[in-house]
Structure formats: structure tokens, C-alpha cells
């Protein structure tokens, strides 16, 4: 995964279709809470057109339900693809 991702900072940029960016806030840091550390994800749904897009913030629990169903998919895809 680590290939596709680039990393300024806090925040990454996946390289090619379909874009989206992951921003990692911390405490106190640009956060309108001050109590969790949460991801925001936004997704460019219709390419030009900023307005077409899904965001959508997660916390540490939220985040690990998340990369967990997102890693089981990508084996489910792989193993498909490759049969």
C-alpha cells in the first residue's frame, strides 16, 4: 500500500485514480475537538469537480473497523483476480 500512498506530514495523497487524501489530526492541532485524535478521509467522486466529493472522520476505533473491513476486501479482490 505503502507504494501508492504520498506522505507530506500528516497528510497523504494517493498517486493516480481514484484520488483521495487522508488527513491524520491530532490534538489541539487544526481539530474542532479537543478530546480525539481522528482521520478525515475525502474522496473525489466526479474528477474536476470539487464539490462531488465524500469526507468523512473516523476516530482510533472507527479507523481500525475501517482498515480491517478495507483489508479483508483487498484479499477477497486478490485472491478473485487472481483465479
Known amino acids: 500500500m505503502e507504494k501508492y500512498l504520498e506522505k507530506r506530514d500528516t497528510e497523504w495523497n494517493v498517486k493516480g485514480e481514484p484520488s483521495w487524501s487522508i488527513d491524520i489530526q491530532t490534538i489541539g492541532k487544526y481539530t474542532e475537538s479537543t478530546t480525539v485524535p481522528v ?3 475525502k474522496f473525489d467522486l466526479i474528477r474536476g469537480e470539487k464539490d462531488k466529493t465524500l469526507q468523512f472522520a473516523v476516530d482510533k476505533p ?13 484479499l477477497y479482490l486478490g485472491s478473485n483476480l487472481s483465479n
Open 39 to 41: 482521520a478525515n478521509f
Open 62 to 74: 472507527g479507523l481500525s473497523q475501517l482498515l480491517l473491513a478495507l483489508e479483508q476486501a483487498n
